[in-house]
């Protein structure tokens, strides 16, 4: 089945306090969507890329050079309707999805990699690091500790997460019947609707971060220049 990157590129730049949405900020060069897109366009196994977004914009400088963007579709008010989307496309052909948010512009081939490679053997998959902080749980007024999880089997989600489509389209169809249904994040789906399917946990790393405030663009800006040097 082909790999299709699925990059999501809705976010906008509220929390960042930036009236251009965040992906197309420019940082060391080149918009944050160039440096996403530029990764999954070089790495060897990715077959094509669809792009899911909400703004209007003039894609010129970013997409249409690349022969990978097969698509590039409208998302929604929610991440979810940006893998609706994305789903709807690819509805008629069984295909192994790599979904990556476009505001991850530190992801790796090697990142990528663990996804696909997983997506052999499993039927989804997060990249994720382990947490290195303690966490808590709040009580139902987040005042006060409920209960302090054992850091040792905690996790820190990132993208991309891969999905084979029917399993993912399985899970959406079942999710959309539920009244109370919410979701930031497919695997949440799946483990919520399709609970017998295992999640393969997958490596990431500590600097595929992702670009939501103002103290991150200069990280983001130090970390690329170095990858560039």
Same mark, same amino acid.
């Given at each position: 089945m082909k790999n299709i990157g699925v990059i999501l590129a809705g976010g906008s730049g509220r929390r960042l306090g930036s009236e251009l949405p965040k992906q197309f900020i420019v940082i060391a060069g080149k918009t944050v969507l160039a440096h996403t897109l530029h990764t999954f366009e070089k790495h060897e196994r990715i077959d094509e890329i669809i792009l899911v977004e909400i703004y209007q914009c003039d894609w010129s400088s970013d997409v249409c050079s690349s022969d990978l963007v097969k698509h590039i579709v409208p998302g929604g008010k929610e991440r979810y309707h940006s893998t609706l989307a994305a789903l709807n496309v690819y509805k008629d052909e069984p295909c192994h999805l790599i979904i990556h948010d476009? &505001?991850?512009l530190l992801v790796t081939s090697r990142i990528i990699?663990? &996804?696909i490679e997983? *997506?052999?053997s499993h039927a989804a998959c997060t990249a994720a690091?382990? !947490?290195t902080d303690t966490i808590l749980q709040s009580d139902t007024s987040r005042q006060f500790v409920d209960n302090i999880p054992d850091r040792s089997t905690l996790f820190q989600v990132q993208t991309p997460q891969g999905f084979h489509s029917d399993i *993912?389209?399985?899970a959406y169809n =079942?999710?959309?019947?539920d009244p109370e249904f919410f979701s930031t994040d497919d695997c949440g789906v &799946? =483990?919520?609707y399709l609970p017998e399917t295992p999640i393969k946990i997958t490596q990431g790393l500590p600097f595929n971060i992702k670009l939501t405030y103002k103290e991150d663009l200069s990280i983001i800006e130090r970390l690329l220049l !170095?990858? *560039? =040097?």
């Open positions: 476009a &505001v991850r990699d663990h &996804v997983a *997506l052999e690091i382990p !947490s *993912l389209t399985e =079942k999710a959309l019947s &799946v =483990k919520r !170095s990858e *560039l =040097k």
